[in-house]
């Protein structure tokens, strides 16, 4: 009866943060919509070229300041980031606070759900 227990509330405990990691997947097809916001400054095409901002096809798991033509800050460079969920949502939020010294202007996205569909969409371009 015991193990009964503890394997019922390990398969609640598993359930819940499935149901988390779904939930913070967030929409690609969404965060392309979100990302409309983005495009006067980023091209998102494999290939594409930089503007004001990088390119941002394939950036998620890229080392921060590593895309080829792109004039980086020095903050940026040294900022040691891997753009992985949790560093791609704390940027998008704010990105001046997450990288003092970034030349990114965008003020920060601050809904939370656009943040999760932006990702979603940027991690789907690959």
């Known amino acids: 009866m015991k193990k009964e227990i503890i394997a019922a509330v390990l398969l609640t405990v ?5 149901g988390t990691s779904a939930m913070a997947a967030g929409d690609a097809a969404k965060g392309k919509k979100v ?8 091209t998102v095409d494999k290939g594409g070229k ?19 033509g792109y004039k980086y ?10 753009w992985d969920d949790a560093s791609l949502d704390k ?3 704010k990105p001046k606070d997450f990288v003092k010294k970034t030349k990114m202007g965008y003020s920060g996205l601050k ?3 656009q943040r999760e569909d932006v990702i979603a969409y940027l991690k789907s371009l690959k």
């Open 111 to 113: 809904d939370d759900g």
């Open 35 to 42: 990302f409309n916001k983005c495009k006067a400054c980023h």
């Open 50 to 68: 930089n503007r004001v901002g990088p390119n941002l096809f394939g950036i998620a798991g890229k080392k921060a300041g590593s895309v080829d």
């Open 14 to 18: 598993a359930m819940a943060f499935a």
């Open 91 to 93: 940027f998008l939020k």
């Open 73 to 82: 800050s020095s903050a940026m460079i040294a900022s040691g980031v891997t």
